[in-house]
């Protein structure tokens, strides 16, 4: 049976998406993929979701996300698409041993923040230790921060920081930066801003549970001398990797992964294959512009499926 509507992965622009698909009698199926609900769910208290005066959880946001979605007839699978197939109008995608067909897709597999690898940093995101200065960085407020990375996405973490944190450092393994010249310039120029050359975070200490992060333990990439610093918040400032390998032979990427939209709409460079979210938006990456393109994606699928029946 051919589907309306497929959105592979969940987050604010999945689950706006279903919700405004299944309020227009599309039926929507969507595959929530590894993890379900998005980034948010690795966050704790969101404060700048408008309704929420009091704040919310991450991930009981998100389960009223999903809720209202099922409300209106959205079905919706924790399972991962494994492949895709665009060449033909009849769009068909993979998930396990089965295969799934639909008129339009909608694509919300997000963008993730590329982390360090340590167990210690798994163990502690959402405790002291954050990837988004832009959702986190009021919890810091006249605190001493710390920033890991040498490149703009640094640059800017450490500059937004400042507006709230007492003092900023930036944590680099080089002796130089990577960022633009005129990043540089503005953190060079920050008085509250100073730099670990030379140094690498290799463990992070503290407790979910007993008051978060404590202290990083960092080591001299040119001595390997090790020491302890005691840490009140670390932002991981290297960069974001979009989810869109399934699609990099399917649809046009720009040069870093993220999707391609085209005519001031989330339309793919194929017609009826629709982007939202993260995956799409190196620039704001907020869970409210996500939710407004999921939105914006189901009304140009919903507008796509009535001219192919006209």
């Known amino acids: 049976m051919q589907n309306n509507v497929i959105i592979i992965g969940s987050g604010p622009a999945g689950y706006t998406a279903a919700l405004y698909a299944a309020r227009a009698n599309l039926k929507p199926l969507i595959f929530e993929g590894n993890q379900p609900g998005g980034q948010l769910t690795i966050t704790t208290d969101v404060e ?21 979605a099922e409300r209106f007839g959205a079905k919706i699978y924790s399972m991962n698409v494994d492949k895709v197939e665009f060449s033909n109008s009849d ?43 832009t959702c986190d960085a009021f919890f810091f407020k006249n605190k001493h921060v710390y920033v890991v990375g040498g490149g703009d996405s640094a640059m800017e973490e450490a500059t937004f920081l400042t507006k709230f944190a007492t003092k900023v450092t930036i944590v680099h393994r080089r002796d130089s930066f990577r960022a633009s010249k005129i990043m540089q310039d503005k953190v060079f120029k920050n008085d509250k801003i100073n730099v670990l050359w ?25 001595t390997n ?65 996500a939710a407004g393109s999921g939105c914006m994606a189901a009304l140009d699928a919903e507008k796509y499926i009535e001219n192919l029946h006209s």
């Open 48 to 68: 700048n979701y408008p309704g929420f005066p009091d704040g919310i959880l991450g991930p009981e946001l998100m389960d009223k996300f999903k809720s209202q």
């Open 91 to 133: 769009f068909i995608v993979y998930v396990g041993n089965e295969d799934f067909s639909a008129k339009s897709i909608i694509i919300s597999t997000g963008a993730s923040a590329k982390l360090l690898g340590l167990e210690s940093e798994k163990k502690l995101m959402g405790h002291g230790v954050s990837a988004c200065a």
């Open 198 to 222: 030379n140094t690498q975070v290799i463990d992070m200490l503290g407790e979910p549970n007993t008051g978060g992060l404590k202290s990083i333990l960092v080591e001299n990439t040119i």
């Open 225 to 289: 001398e090790q020491s302890t610093i005691e840490c009140e918040g670390l932002f991981l400032g290297i960069g974001h990797k979009p989810n869109s390998d399934i699609f990099k032979d399917q649809l046009e990427l720009d040069n870093s992964g993220y999707i391609k939209t085209y005519n001031n709409s989330t339309q793919t460079s194929i017609p009826g294959v629709f982007a939202a979210g993260d995956i799409m938006d190196p620039v704001y990456r907020q869970a409210i512009t």
